[in-house]
């Protein structure tokens, strides 16, 4: 029998109805009985600043560390702002960043971009790429899932209808399980 994985989902959007924290509800009813995947929160996280934090790291900052740490894997989805990743994301990643030993070294993670434009957050999430790989993350490469003209796949209460997105989503979290098992049994090896 297999060990159920644990894949914290981060969504780059604080919004009630955003298609980004409702593409991974999807994931996560669309993922395997060996798969579990939970939710970070990144409301309470205050703007990044060296002084706050040689201070006190606040408790919403230690919340998030703890929970990357203890995650097999990450699952990111994030939305296009200004082409780059959210402000929301980068100022969560920055803060786990400093913490020690660096939380996301040697983390597999996949990413999911969600937008309503027609080209699904492509550059956001080869903005949220880059910064993984300074922060030394296994991301997976393939699929790819880019979900464009997002209002047209959920209905109004955030329920993706779109069956081709959805094989999407749940052929990245089969991915991202077995990327993750491959990793992990090279490291007891
Ligand atoms: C400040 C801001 C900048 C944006 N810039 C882009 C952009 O560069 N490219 C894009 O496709 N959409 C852009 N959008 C639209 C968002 O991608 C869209 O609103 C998306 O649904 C937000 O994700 P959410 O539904 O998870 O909140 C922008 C939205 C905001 C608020």
Not at 79 to 90: C, Q, T
Not at 114 to 119: E, R
Not at 134 to 162: Q, W, Y
Request: glycine share 4%.
């Amino acid at each position: 029998m297999t060990n159920t994985l644990k894949i914290l989902g981060i969504s780059g959007s604080l919004r009630q109805d955003s298609y980004n924290t409702a593409t991974l509800r999807a994931a996560r009813d669309n993922a395997p009985s060996d798969i579990r995947i939970e939710f970070a929160d990144l409301a309470k996280i205050p703007l990044y600043d060296q002084d706050h934090r040689d201070e006190n790291v606040p408790a919403a900052v230690t919340k998030l560390t703890e929970q990357i740490r203890e995650a097999d894997a990450l699952l990111f989805a994030t939305p296009e702002y200004n082409y780059s990743m959210s402000g929301v994301l980068k100022n969560a990643i920055d803060w786990v960043s400093r913490e020690q030993p660096q939380p996301f070294a040697g983390k597999p993670a996949a990413i999911m971009s969600v937008s309503m434009s027609l080209l699904g957050g492509v550059r956001a999430q080869y903005d949220l790429r880059r910064a993984m790989v300074f922060l030394d993350m296994h991301c997976l490469n393939k699929p790819e899932v880019m979900i464009a003209s997002a209002h047209e796949r959920f209905d109004a209460e955030g329920r993706l209808t779109d069956e081709t997105t959805r094989e999407f989503i749940a052929q990245l979290v089969m991915a991202l399980g077995a990327w993750t098992r491959q990793l992990q049994a090279g490291e007891k090896r």
